[in-house]
C-alpha cells in the first residue's frame, strides 16, 4: 500500500512498502516540470548517489533513486515519528542538548565527506517514535533554488531564510560551516521559541543575518551564550569549523540550567502566555512563499497545481511501476480504482477513467476537493497517450501475469524416448519390445552404477516395460526401492536440518526430480511431509538470511516487524533450539553492550542506559549489561550531584559566598573534588577563585590596610590551608605587623636594653621597662601597658606608653608608691588600638 505523507512545493512523499524487503520507506516523487530541466536531472541523480553513502544514525538513509517516465523518484528510510518544529515546546533541557549534539554529530560526518545539507531547520529534523533519536532529513536532494540569486529571486532562497547563513544570503559559495550557522539558528529556536532574526520579506531577513549581531541570551540562560557565539559568527572563520568541536562543547553543558530557566520564566502569567505563542510558532518560509506567489501570473499557479497528475497516472497504468514504487498495483480496469484508493491519492467518490476522460475542460485542481485527481479533458495529449498506454498495460498484464502465476509444470519421465545410443535394440527383428526394454535396463543398469545420471532413463524404462509387461513384478519392485531410495535420500538431508539456502536449493530439486519421475508422489503422504518440512526449513533459512541483512544493517530492535530481533524470534518460534537464532539474539545484545561502553566512556550516561535497556530487552541474563548497568546509574547519579554541586557553587558566588559563610562557594567545590577528585570545572573555578582573593590581598597588603589583608584571608586559609598564595600572603602580612621584639623587666633602672638581667627580681614601689619596636606607621604611637597579677585576675596598673618612629628601643616604669610590687607573679600586657601585641609572665622575689 501507499499513502501521501506530505507535499512540498517541489515533491510530494508517500509511504510506501518495498517489496523486495517488505518495509516501509518513504518515496520521494520529485515534481513534473523540474524534469524539463536537464542540469536539474544529472544534479539530482548524482547528489542522491552522494547523500545515498551517508550511511549515519542522525540522517535519513537514502535505498534508492531514479527517474521514471520523467518522474524524479527517491526511496528512503522511513522515520515514524514528529518534525522537531511540532515539539519544540516539548523538549526538556537535556533533550535540547541531545538533538543539539546529534546534529551536530551528523553534519560532521557530512562535512567530512564534503557534503553541504544548505537548509537545516526544525521541519528537517526528526524526533524518532521509538528511539527519540534526531534524524535529519532532506539532505541536500536536488535543491531548485540551490544556483543564481540567493534571496533576490521571489520566493526562491539557498535554504529557508529564517536560518540561512550570512554567506548564503550573499550567495556565495558555501561549506559545512553554513549548516552549522543553522543549526545555531535551531538552537536559539529551542532555547528561545523564536528565531533570531524575522522580517516582513526574505530580503530584510537576509540583511539581518549579514548585519545584525548575534542576539544576547537573557541572563539564566547566558551559560550557552558562547556555544551561540561560536555558532552564529557573522566570519565563518570564527564558527566552529566541525560539528565534532559542538559536540565536544555541548557534552560540558548541563539541561538543567534549562528546565530551571523555564521553570522561572513560566511561572510569571505573561511570560507563560508569551512562551507559548513563542514555542508554537511557525517561522519557516511558508508565508514569505505565499507572498512570492501573490505576483506569480494565474496560470503559472494553475501548472503547478496539476504536476501531479501524471504520477497518477503513471501509478495506475505505467507497466512499470513496480521498478518505480517497489509495489503491485492490481492491472485490472476493474481494480484500478482500488489501486488508486490504496495510493490515498484519491477520496471516495472517485472518478473512473472513463468519468475523468469526460470531465468538463473547466474544472481545475484548485475548484476540486485536495485530494482529488487533477481534471483531464477529453482529447488531450495526456488522455491519448493514458489510452494507448492503459492498452498495452491490459494486454502485457494478460500475458505476462498469467505466466508468472502459472503453476509450474511437472517433469515428466519419457514413455518411450530412450538414451541415444540403444536405438539398435529397437531395429533387431528378433526380438520383442520387452525384450528390447530388458536388455535396455540390463545396460542402463550397469551405466547408473558409475553414472547417476542414468537414473532418468532407467526410470523411464522400467516405467515403459510395465505398460508393455504389465505382470513383470520385478520392474514394479525396482521402481518402488528407486522411489523409496529417493525419498529416504531427501529424508536424510532434510535431517541435517540445513539452513544453507544452496543445499536448501538442492533438497528442493531433488524432491521436484522424484515427482518427475514418480507423478504419484504428490500424493504420497511421505513426500507431502518432507514437502512441508522442507518449505519449514526454507522459511528458517529465509528468516535468518533476513535477520543477518538487518544485523549487519544495524537495525537490531526498530523499525517494528522489520528488525534482527524479530526475525530471530520468529525462527525460534519453529526451532527453539536453532542455534544461529540464539547466537543472534546474543549477538545483538553484546552489540548494545559494545555501543552502551562506547557512550559511557564519553560520559553520556543517558544513551548508555538506554542502549543498556535495548540489550536486556533482547537477553535480560546478559551478565555484562546488568554489571555495565548499575555502574553506569552510579555514575549518572554522580554526575547529576556533580552538576548540582556546581551550579550551587555558581550561585554561591554570585552571592559573595566564596570562602565565608555556610555554606559557601568553596566547600561545594571542595564537595565536588571529593566526589570526582579529577573534575576540571571545580578545580578550574578553585584556582579562580583563590587567585581572585590572591590579588585582592595583594592589594591591601600594598595600602598597608593589614587588618583587611587579615580579615579577608582568615577564613580562607581556613578552608585552603596547603594553598602557596594564600600563605606566602600571611606571611607578609606577619613580617608587615607592628611588632615589639625584646622586652626586660627590672628592679632597678634599665641602662642598656642588651644588657642581661636576671629572670626574677626584686622590686620596691617602680617596676622598670624597656623593649625594642619595628614595623609601626606613625610618626608617634601610644600603646597601653597593662599589669595583672599571676591569674590575671586583677589588674595591678595601667599606663599609657609613647613610641616614636616606626623602630627604636623605648623606656618606661610603672609605680605604686603606697604598697609596692609585693613577691609573686605578674602578667605585662602590651596592647596597640586594644589588640594585644606582646605578653610576658614575670615573678618579683621577696
Not at 628 to 637: D, H, I, P, T, Y
Request: hydrophobic residues 45%.
Amino acid at each position: 500500500m501507499i499513502r501521501p505523507l506530505g507535499k512540498g512545493g517541489m515533491a510530494t512523499v508517500y509511504l510506501a512498502i518495498q517489496q523486495s524487503f517488505e518495509r516501509e520507506v518513504a518515496l520521494k516523487v520529485m515534481a513534473a516540470s523540474l524534469s524539463e530541466d536537464a542540469a536539474f536531472s544529472e544534479r539530482f541523480i548524482h547528489e542522491a548517489k552522494v547523500v545515498s553513502r551517508l550511511i549515519h544514525p542522525h540522517i535519513v538513509t537514502v535505498h534508492d533513486v531514479g527517474i521514471h517516465n520523467g518522474h524524479h523518484y527517491l526511496s528512503m528510510e522511513y522515520v515514524p515519528g514528529r518534525e522537531l518544529k511540532s515539539c519544540l515546546a516539548e523538549l526538556s533541557g537535556d533533550e535540547i542538548l541531545r538533538v543539539l549534539r546529534e546534529i551536530g554529530s551528523a553534519l560532521d560526518f557530512a562535512g567530512q565527506k564534503g557534503y553541504v545539507h544548505r537548509d537545516v531547520k526544525p521541519e528537517n529534523i526528526m524526533l524518532h517514535a521509538e528511539s527519540g533519536r534526531a534524524v535529519l532529513m532532506d539532505f541536500g536532494i536536488a535543491k531548485a533554488d540551490d544556483v543564481g540569486g540567493g534571496l533576490t529571486q521571489t520566493g526562491m532562497a539557498l535554504g529557508t531564510p529564517y536560518y540561512m547563513s550570512p554567506e548564503q544570503a550573499r550567495g556565495q559559495k558555501v561549506d559545512g560551516r553554513a549548516d552549522l550557522y543553522s543549526l545555531g539558528i535551531v538552537f536559539y529556536k529551542m532555547l528561545m521559541g523564536t528565531v533570531p532574526y524575522d522580517g516582513d520579506s526574505a530580503v530584510t531577513i537576509g540583511i539581518k543575518h549579514i548585519s545584525e549581531p548575534v542576539p544576547e541570551l537573557p541572563v539564566r540562560l547566558a551559560v550557552f551564550q558562547p556555544v551561540l557565539n561560536k555558532l552564529l559568527a557573522k566570519d565563518r572563520e570564527q564558527r566552529y569549523q566541525r560539528g565534532a568541536e559542538l559536540v565536544a562543547d555541548v557534552q560540558r553543558l548541563s539541561g538543567a540550567v534549562i528546565d530551571k530557566s523555564r521553570k522561572q520564566y513560566f511561572n510569571n502569567a505573561a511570560h507563560k502566555k508569551a512562551a507559548s505563542m513563542a514555542f508554537t510558532g511557525n517561522h519557516d518560509d511558508t508565508v514569505l512563499r505565499a507572498q512570492s506567489s501573490q505576483h506569480m501570473p494565474a496560470a503559472t499557479s494553475k501548472r503547478s497545481a496539476l504536476w501531479l497528475l501524471p504520477v497518477v497516472l503513471i501509478a495506475v497504468l505505467a507497466t512499470g511501476y513496480y521498478t518505480l514504487f517497489g509495489l503491485q498495483i492490481p492491472p485490472s480496469a476493474a481494480d484500478q480504482q482500488a489501486a488508486l484508493e490504496r495510493l490515498g491519492l484519491v477520496e471516495k467518490p472517485r472518478l473512473t477513467l472513463e468519468q475523468l476522460m469526460q470531465t468538463p475542460a473547466a474544472i481545475t485542481v484548485a475548484e476540486q476537493p485536495l485530494s482529488a485527481k487533477p481534471a483531464v479533458t477529453p482529447g488531450s495529449a495526456i488522455v491519448e497517450e493514458v489510452v494507448a498506454e492503459e492498452a498495452a498495460f491490459e494486454g502485457v498484464v494478460s500475458e505476462e501475469t498469467m505466466a508468472e502465476t502459472a503453476e509450474p509444470a511437472i517433469p515428466q519421465a519419457p514413455a518411450t524416448q530412450l538414451p541415444a545410443g540403444t536405438e539398435n535394440l529397437a531395429a533387431a527383428p528378433t526380438l520383442t519390445e520387452a525384450q528390447r526394454l530388458k536388455q535396455q535396463i540390463a545396460e542402463l543398469q550397469q551405466a547408473y552404477s558409475s553414472d547417476p545420471e542414468q537414473l532418468a532413463a532407467l526410470v523411464a524404462a522400467h516405467q515403459r516395460l510395465l505398460i508393455v509387461e504389465p505382470s513383470n513384478t520385478e520392474s514394479g519392485q525396482v521402481l518402488a526401492a528407486i522411489e523409496a531410495e529417493l525419498l529416504e535420500n531427501i529424508a536424510a538431508a532434510l535431517d541435517q536440518e540445513s539452513d544453507d539456502a544452496a543445499e536448501l536449493s538442492a533438497i528442493e530439486a531433488s524432491l521436484t526430480e522424484a515427482l518427475g519421475y514418480f507423478p504419484n508422489l504428490a500424493d504420497n503422504k511421505r513426500y507431502q511431509r518432507l514437502r512441508g518440512k522442507l518449505s519449514a526449513q526454507q522459511s528458517v533459512q529465509q528468516q535468518l538470511s533476513t535477520a543477518e541483512q538487518l544485523f549487519a544493517q544495524e537495525q537490531w530492535l526498530s523499525p517494528a516487524g522489520e528488525n534482527a530481533k524479530t526475525y530471530y524470534d520468529a525462527v525460534l518460534a519453529v526451532d527453539p533450539d536453532n542455534g544461529k537464532a540464539r547466537d543472534g539474539l546474543q549477538r545483538i545484545a553484546q552489540a548494545y553492550l559494545q555501543k552502551a561502553q562506547s557512550v559511557e566512556q564519553q560520559g553520556r550516561y543517558q544513551s548508555a542506559l538506554n542502549f543498556i535497556d535495548k540489550g536486556l530487552s533482547v537477553n535480560a541474563a546478559h551478565g555484562e549489561l546488568i554489571q555495565l548497568k548499575a555502574r553506569v546509574q552510579k555514575a549518572q547519579a554522580l554526575e547529576q550531584k556533580v552538576a548540582q554541586l556546581l551550579l550551587e557553587a555558581e550561585q554561591l558566588v554570585q552571592q559573595d559566598a566564596i570562602f565565608s559563610g555556610q555554606p559557601n562557594a568553596v566547600q561545594s567545590l571542595q564537595k565536588v573534588l571529593a566526589l570526582a577528585p579529577n573534575n576540571n570545572a571545580a578545580s578550574a573555578q578553585l584556582q579562580q577563585l583563590s587567585g581572585q582573593l590572591n590579588t585582592q590581598l595583594l592589594g591591601h597588603i600594598a595600602r598597608r590596610e593589614l587588618d583587611l589583608a587579615q580579615q579577608a584571608l582568615s577564613p580562607a586559609l581556613a578552608l585552603l590551608p596547603d594553598n602557596p598564595q594564600l600563605l606566602a600572603r600571611q606571611a607578609e602580612i606577619d613580617a608587615m605587623q607592628p611588632v615589639i621584639e625584646l622586652l626586660k623587666l627590672s628592679g632597678e633602672p634599665i641602662v642598656d636594653i642588651s644588657q642581661n638581667l636576671p629572670e626574677q627580681f626584686k622590686a620596691g614601689r617602680v617596676l622598670h621597662i624597656a623593649f625594642s619596636y619595628k614595623n609601626f606607621d606613625e610618626a608617634t604611637t601610644v600603646l597601653q601597658a597593662t599589669l595583672y597579677d599571676g591569674e590575671q585576675t586583677v589588674q595591678i596598673a595601667a599606663v599609657p606608653v609613647i613610641v616614636s618612629g616606626q623602630a627604636g628601643n623605648n623606656f618606661f616604669k610603672i609605680k605604686r608608691p603606697v604598697e609596692g610590687f609585693k613577691a609573686g607573679g605578674y602578667r605585662l600586657e602590651i596592647l596597640l588600638a586594644n589588640k594585644n601585641i606582646y605578653s610576658q609572665s614575670f615573678v618579683i622575689k621577696p
